[in-house]
């Protein structure tokens, strides 16, 4: 069956609107059924690939909603994984801050850096080099927390 592309568009547009997910496939599978295409010609009307399309056929056949796992997917955050971790960076960094000498933040400066933190969590915490994060994310976790990790700057007298 070949469709005009005005056709085309005016299917494709509400499919486009659907989230990803249960919604966008009952609706690709009720426009399959209702104009009676096949695999192919749905793929080249949708978009998208034939399983997504074998999917929405197989949950009208059987009536059966496929949830997706989006929650699922991808790495899990190292707060989630090492729970006691950002607890040990605090207690590890706490003693090596100072305020501002000018008072005029409430920031406090560290005096280590991220490599050094990591350092002393495998040594005075017993992590291992695997379980730690990279010094990119323990920079990222630090500046989370409030901790600034550059030089104190030295407070000048005024010029007069």
């Known amino acids: 069956m070949d469709l005009a592309p005005e056709v085309c568009a005016l299917i494709r547009h509400p499919a486009d609107t659907f989230p990803h997910g249960a919604t966008?496939?009952?609706?690709?599978?009720?426009t399959i059924t209702q104009l009676d295409l096949g695999q192919r010609q749905a793929q080249q009307l949708f978009g998208g690939g034939r399983d997504t399309i074998r999917?929405?056929?197989h949950q009208r056949r059987t009536?059966?909603?496929?949830?997706?796992?989006?929650?699922?997917?991808?790495?899990?955050?190292?707060?989630?994984r090492l729970p006691r971790l950002l607890d040990d960076i605090h207690a590890i960094v706490q003693d090596h801050c100072q305020t501002d000498p000018t008072f005029q933040t409430t920031r406090l400066y560290c005096r280590l850096t991220a490599a050094e933190v990591r350092r002393q969590l495998m040594a005075r915490k017993g992590y291992t080099d695997e379980q730690l994060p990279c010094l990119q994310?323990?920079?990222?976790?630090?500046?989370?927390?409030?901790?600034?990790?550059?030089?104190?700057?030295?407070?000048?007298?005024?010029?007069k």
């Open 24 to 30: 966008r496939r009952s609706y690709i599978a009720e």
């Open 55 to 57: 999917k929405a056929l």
């Open 137 to 159: 994310t323990l920079t990222a976790k630090l500046n989370a927390m409030g901790f600034r990790l550059r030089k104190v700057a030295k407070c000048r007298p005024p010029k």
């Open 63 to 80: 009536g059966v909603t496929c949830l997706d796992a989006f929650a699922a997917r991808g790495r899990k955050p190292i707060a989630e």
